[in-house]
């Protein structure tokens, strides 16, 4: 079955730094890819889709300027926290859609803290 | 952003018991979907349900889209220790992005 792979599962950085987390679908081409944050005991937020080739689009109360999102190609999207801060610490998921799909499949999720 | 209410928040079970929750919404959505999430992972997919009314099950789990497009239900039999976890139902409309439930905790009591 279709696979997404996160990268890296945990990370953990110094408040002022950026953090680059990738997520890739293995086995399929996605030309569309969905950013998740999850605070504890609460559900899965939506924070951008990530369009192959296009800019991202962010949901209200999102920072562009801070979520960097870069879909450069059908397998692979970024997101980069930048000048991280303890408040952006956060369980973040990404899903990718099979072109002309529905958004099914979830990466496994990365654990950002930041000190 | 939209999120669908669901409940129970919490249930704990004892092994063997029967299980179930349901999600609803204001607004109608094309496709529900239910997906289970383990500490410190993603979300994995149980069921997906495509059309108004629709029963399908996988397994001991059972799921139905709400005739009125509003609402879906996951029924889980015969409980077991790997059912424990965070179920969450979600909904779409067309392709675009999910919205999601506000989660059901699983317990199973020994």
């Known amino acids: 079955g279709a696979v997404v792979s996160q990268h890296p599962s945990r990370v953990i950085c110094k408040s002022g730094t950026s953090v680059k987390i990738e997520c890739r679908s293995l086995d399929f081409q996605a030309t569309t890819m969905f950013w998740y944050r999850q605070f504890p005991k609460q559900s899965l937020m939506l924070m951008a889709t990530s369009n192959e080739g296009s800019k991202a689009t962010y949901e209200q109360g999102v920072e562009k300027d801070k979520f960097l999102i870069n879909h450069a190609s059908l397998t692979l999207s970024t997101l980069t926290v930048t000048s991280a801060h303890p408040e952006d610490s956060s369980f973040y998921i990404c899903s990718a859609r099979v072109t002309g799909g529905v958004p099914l499949h979830f990466g496994n999720g990365t654990r950002l803290t930041v000190t | 952003g939209q999120q669908l209410n669901q409940s129970p928040q919490s249930m704990f079970i004892q092994e063997g018991e029967d299980v179930s929750m349901n999600c609803t919404s204001s607004?109608?959505?094309?496709?529900w979907l239910w997906y289970k999430q383990d500490p410190g992972e993603g979300p994995v997919l149980l069921i997906a349900?495509?059309?108004?009314?629709e029963l399908t099950s996988n397994g001991r789990l059972t799921a139905q889209f709400g005739i009125t497009r509003k609402d879906s239900f996951l029924n889980i039999s015969a409980s077991i220790p790997s059912d424990v976890g965070i179920y969450f139902c979600a909904g779409l409309v067309g392709n675009e992005k999910l919205t999601f439930g506000t989660g059901t905790r699983l317990t199973i009591i020994p």
């Open positions: 349900l495509y059309k108004a009314g």
């Open positions: 607004s109608i959505f094309n496709t």
